[in-house]
């Protein structure tokens, strides 16, 4: 007898991190389902487009995939991310407190708008690729959050338990970077930037901590830069 | 010295329980800010404009509310109250299931726009109508979710505390309607029905909650009716 099969709705951002948690998410054997929401970020239509290309090359049919908007959260305003009057900050990764580009609350109603399709189709597992150990200083990046989270998760089910899975929260972008190539996941079609949509502007925090993660992990980011506050990757 | 002055964000659905939840927040003395979350359900446009006109009358200005919508919420289904295919079953407040009108996760969507925004505009309490004595047994309105809640926002607020606030937790239906009265609530412009846009049904889930609520409490509901279960209001 086999096992029952396992089907997990997996948040799929057009990053780096999403990227690898769906690959991961594949090599446990699950079924997987893409999740993805726009909020208003400036970046939107390139993530996205990210996202339709990754959620192709594992195959996931229409019927299999999400695409929401959570628009409100722009209009609330108070982030970088989303208020085209805000400057997005030049990379600090040694700042202590919480840069402009937080959205407050932004991984809540992901997870919420997942939970809510996970209970109406029936799945258990939901898997955010969030990183606390080599993250931006987000308080919903961390594993306290993420139990918060699954407490609030067994309260307010009523169809039956609904896990978070969070493969890569202890891991540094240079674990995550050589996990991905472990497992054949298609960096190449990953988008990380918080600025720009053509090449990835190399100086935000985004593109900053996934470049240091691909030098730390000896391996070459498949993606063009703009520039780079490392030194990697200069373009004309 | 007086002390330092209290704002609250008030989920206002333009139903009974928040009108009330409303005009207890203003008897507190805290300065208010309402928040109407529309998720595609079908008495949307009857309840927004009860929202709107609960906000007039405490005479909260534009600048002072929000109205957003989960529109994907309809879009993800299982649920009555935005599934047009669905029917909204006939009152049976004895029943032991969660009914067909319950909208998967709806409170925690709502609560987390609501956080989001309190947190931008520096606001540290949301208050919510949410009752568990009397209710439909929804998992998202007892006191053990919104426990769970607050931890969640314990961990996740960025820029100081958040705090959920439920008054009408553990009170039953007609305790609502005398509170009501006692503060001086606009009842007379509050929405409950789940199916009807002109004349409450009288006869859906919560038709049926607010009629017994008004009869336990030997008070008059000041909407109109088309028909009663309780033999009360019935019109030609």
């Not at 909020?39 to 299999?64: C, H, L, V």
């Not at 600090?92 to 407190?97: E, N, Y």
């Amino acid at each position: 007898m086999s096992a029952p099969e396992v089907e997990a709705i997996v948040l799929v951002s057009g990053g780096l991190d999403s990227c690898v948690a769906l690959a991961w998410a594949q090599r446990q054997g699950w079924r997987l389902r893409a999740l993805h929401v726009s909020y208003g970020q400036r970046t939107e239509a390139r993530e996205r487009a990210a996202y339709e290309a990754i959620a192709d090359y594992y195959q996931i049919p229409a019927s299999r995939r999400l695409c929401t908007s959570v628009q409100y959260l722009a209009r609330i305003g108070g982030s970088s991310l989303t208020d085209p009057s805000l400057p997005v900050e030049t990379a600090d990764l040694g700042r202590s407190s919480i840069p402009s580009t937080y959205v407050p609350f932004r991984n809540t109603h992901l997870l919420t708008i997942a939970a809510s399709w996970a209970e109406v189709v029936g799945v258990n597992r939901i898997v955010i690729g969030a990183v606390e150990a080599d993250s931006s200083g987000y308080p919903d990046c961390t594993r306290g959050y993420y139990d918060a989270f699954n407490t609030l998760l067994r309260v307010a089910a009523a169809r039956g338990p609904i896990q978070v899975e969070t493969p890569l929260i202890d891991m540094r972008k240079a674990d995550i970077v050589r996990l991905g190539y472990e497992l054949g996941a298609p960096l190449h079609l990953t988008w990380s930037c918080y600025k720009d949509t053509v090449r990835a502007c190399g100086v935000c925090d985004s593109c900053a901590l996934r470049l240091r993660g691909f030098a730390e992990a000896g391996l070459a980011d498949p993606i063009e830069y703009a520039a780079s506050p490392l030194g990697r990757n200069d373009s004309p």
